[in-house]
């Protein structure tokens, strides 16, 4: 029998080099691909190729580097600029799944002849299905919420079943040199930096008033794009501020709890925060909703839909209507913080063996 072809995305951590031993075992034709998107001063790329291409010559893999520097930055990290820069809060892991590893990378797999692509990833495909993996803790489904059925019917994901301890467990009986290797964090490619000096360098400063939300001026901000929804601090709360809480008593800036982004004004350029009940709300608004399988759209609203709003967030039970304007209202079971517009709403379904990934879209004001 013809061994299936799998283009496999390295990327010189643990993760992807165990699946490399773990394909080439279960009798995949296995062929090792860095992903080169990201050249910066600071930047792991070079030594992470380098690890890469060392576990594909111990295996006797081919290994390709695919280019995808200019893409990537016209696809992602503009992308990452302009959502700050409108006032939302952008997810470039989940941009960067679409655009580039089950985008460019799947496309060029395809097109040359191979069966699957695998990755690192931790999550389950099965029988179409996008599931949630063995190890809940690391589960990345929420950034792959934009496949489609075609391509999670076209990638392996080695690491379904395998908790993260066992990886590292089952790379040193291998002898794999990257047993140990810290895993990356950060945005996708570009790793750990400093989101703020990474905005202030392109953006620069735009400072305006803080607001809380009877709309009185109580504090000054940097600028929109260096605040999320539910940060607690960078921006500054005039001394003299006086807060009236929702019981009545009156109280000074430095007998009250801290003060929490809720929303952002690009408009009027205001940071809008509060605390306590303030910084909860049991709906949300979601737009280009992407399903994973177009053909159980209509069956999806009829199941007991679950909502994560952040990667390995809690799974949330909600209804979702559909609004006129091609947007869609999700209503909460429990009232949750930190609902920033720009972010992911990911969708879920318990199954009959596993829960479900359905798909997902973007949060919108």
Partial sequence: MER???????????????????????????????LECWRAPGCRSEED???????????NLPFKVLDFKQAYRDRVVEYFFNEYEAGRTPNPDVMCNKEIKFGLFYD?????GFD???????????AGLLKIP??????????????????VEHT???????????????????????????DSVGICFIGDINVHEFLHERLGENPGEVINTKGEVIGRHEGLWFYTIGQRHGFEIDKKTVVKLDNGETIIKQNIPPFYVIKKLPATNQLVVGFGAETYADELRVTQLHWIDDN???????????VRIRHTGKLIDCSLVRNEDDTWLAKLSEPTKGIAEGQA???????DDGVVCLGGGIISS
Avoid at 116 to 126: C, I, L, Q
Wanted: hydrophobic share 40%; aromatic share 8%.
């Fill in 4 to 34: 299936k072809k799998v283009a496999l995305g390295m990327s010189g951590g643990v993760d992807s080099s165990l699946c490399a031993h773990l394909l080439r075992e279960q009798g995949f034709e296995v062929t090792g691909v860095y």
């Fill in 49 to 59: 190729r380098k690890d890469a291409l060392q576990v594909a010559l111990s295996l």
């Fill in 108 to 112: 060029w797999a395809m097109e040359n």
């Fill in 116 to 126: 699957y692509v695998a990755t690192g990833h931790y999550a389950k495909s099965e």
């Fill in 134 to 151: 063995k190890d809940q803790h690391k589960d990345q489904t929420y950034f792959l919420c934009q496949l489609t059925k075609d391509q």
């Fill in 156 to 182: 392996l994901f080695p690491l379904a079943n395998i908790l993260k301890d066992d990886v590292r467990k089952e790379a040193k009986l291998r002898n794999l040199h990257v047993s140990d290797k810290k």
């Fill in 296 to 306: 159980m759209a209509e069956s999806i609203l009829e199941k007991n839909l679950m």
């Fill in 345 to 351: 709403a990911v969708f879920y379904h318990q199954g």
